[in-house]
């Protein structure tokens, strides 16, 4: 049986099993019958395995150059390594979407499976809203966007895939860490309509509906943060974010996923916010399925787009199908989300949690309309315009900015009403800023935007770290733990809370690294004769020779360059173009030479073997490696908000006094 | 039971405005680069004169026949594919539409190595600091702008050109058709 069909049967299974799990939840739950539970996981896990054979049977077609299938013709080719050809899985626009149904089945099966014990009403709804996303998914796999089609007569050789993807082995790893993200917000969006669908509202949807956003939410962050880094090495222009229809695309609903985490914490302690909350889930899964349109519909002019396809009027429809449904819902069971909870003071931890969700929400409305303000344009107007960084940066900084302070000022205010005492508290970290001003100042650094952010981070750093410090040095102090114990401890007993200072450390690090990398950058460019040198900061940059070759599938010109630093230390970099056959444009592959202070970043921009002289672009970025080596704080950050601990009864308390709560809440 | 009808109003509103917006995008290119100059006059410019006539040219000196604008560099693979194409074109319509290349982003040792091999059939211009580029909304070389005999911009090619296109483009041209 040939590969095509035997994929086009797993799909047409998936699309079955998703179909059937979803309505018979539906239906049989409404009536009462807890059979509709019982279907709904096993018609999970069959979703599941149907989708992993398709895919592995893409996979095997890809690996073994099975040109008979449509995706293998169009993506694959003999020179391709290995690697690359498993990666050609998500290189275009089919495979991609056959992927990322894999990656949905895989969370609605273990979603499914955690809670099959679960007796709650909102899980089979839950279950089954995931599975009527998963129907969505399979039938485009199984129509519009089919990868399998059968090709004939059958080519003996393929293109390859996108060069630009063969170019780095981030794209390895970029792509399913932001689908993990992205599709990972299909299992909140469920359990919110599961509650929304059961009517039941208690404490026990909240937590499912969390910990599943975390999930997702980490992903996101990292592949976010991990596309930038592959943009900065392999685009050759120095930069990692352009405000890019498609990097928006991602932006959009990590900042209502983040708004959301945030809004969960004032419901659970104040009761406050049920149906923004509520909707800031539905929101995020709306924005990562208008996401997926901007980069599949063809709509959007963009690095990432893939070519024009029919998929996208499929992807409209079922966007205005999850906004009037959302909105249906909400309108049925909002007399059921009453806040009961109200913010006393302006100066309280809940003011700064409602003020920090106005601003992730109105930088989320901002990041949406310049995206797709040149549509509205064109649309209303008919004229063409292009919204270009300057109008994002000059709206998101000051927002960045505001956000920056409140994740200093948070947590440093008690819930309720702040007292003088802990106003008088965060002196030390004003202290810190100030500090932080005139060190800066001293040295010359003298940006105000930057000395700005450098003053918040170091107020915000001061915060965060003291939070997390007291607690153990209470229990050093009281208890006399030792200081690995102290930490075990106020760790377990505070998971989330210390997850997410690390998180915010790690965000931290980020703001300090593009204000530095954005504001005190360096750049030259010069065309140099062997021999010729030029210098960038404190590098003095000896052009060598012209070096040419061939390398697996692609050929290579690149530049051999000897640096010297300030300090005498000598090191070689080899700013390359890489030929790929079957493509037209050179792909640039930049130098750097990556520090913790700043990195050196070498562009070819052009050469001529002939006359032996090149056109360098350098430039120093300071601080710039500080963004990736933020990832970390994300993982860890994540993982102790989630880890699994054994469930203790909780009575609902009101809010500990706030000495009290920094010791041991 | 209790509804919300303003919930359910703003969000058939919102899914409306969705729809309605994003639908007006398809069939649209996505690769397409914004241009806003088509119609509008081709803006003027002095640039240095790299073939034989020495000096500076500017827009002005070509007016009267439809105009051939072709940014290139030596340096742009594609650029060098589609040089003996405009060639090509000269040697075709070069009595009733003019042709022009202008380097762009080059360095000057480059550009005249490259023309002592390959001497220009036509007038060659250097746009040492990227003015005309700019003034001219260029995304990337090789791009080409087909102005009408009256000055205006009747479109611009992004790209290397083949022949097929180039005839099309310089027949409508020279009809002068709306585009």
Redesign the interface.
Known sequence: MSASLVGQACILVALVAAAFGSVTAFVLTRRGDPRGHAFAVRAAVVFFCAMLAANLTMVSALVGFDFSVQYVAQVGSRATPLVFRIVSLWSALEGSILFWGLILSGYVAAFAWRYRKEEARFIPYAVGSMLAVGVFFAFLIAGPATPFTEVSPVPPDGPGPNPLLQNHILMVVHPPILYLGYVGMTVPFGVALGALVSGEFSERWMAPLRRWTMIGWGFLSCGIIIGAWWAYAVLGWGGYWAWDPVENASFLPWLTATAFIHATIVEERRHMLKAWTLSLALATFALTI?GT?MTR??????VH????SDI??TF?VF??LI??V???L???R??LLVSTGRIQSAVSRDAAFFLNNLLFVALTFTVLLGT?Y???A??VRGV???VGEPYFNKMAVPMGITILFLMGVGPALPWGQATKQSLRQMWPSVSTAIVVVIFCVAYGYREPGALVTFALAGFAANITLREMFLPIRVRMREKKEPLLTALGESVRRAQRRMGGYVVHLGVITIFVAIAASQSYVTHAQA?LKAGDTMQTQQYTLAFKEIVQGQEGNRRFVAAKVQVTSASGSTFELLPRVN?YPRS???IGSPAVHDTALGDLYLSL????P??Q?V?LNTWFFPLVSWIWWSIPFFVIGTLISLWPVRARVQAPAPPPPRDAEGASA | MKINWSLVITGLVLAAALAWVLGKGFGRDPHEVPFMLTGKPAPAFTLERLDGAKGEAKLADFAGKPLILNFWSTWCGPCKIEHPVIEWGFGKFGDRVQFVGVVYQDSRENVDAFLRESPPKYAMLFDENGRAAVDYGLAGVPETYFITKDGKIRYKHVGPLDPSRLTQEIRALLEDAPK
């Open positions: 208008l349109f519909s063809g709509v959007f002019n963009s787009s893939f070519t024009q996208g009027p409209l966007i205005v906004v009037v959302s909105a249906v909400l309108a049925l909002s007399h797709v040149p549509l509205i064109e649309a063409k315009v292009s065309t030929y037209t444009d050179p921009l052009a050469h001529d002939a006359a002289t056109t």
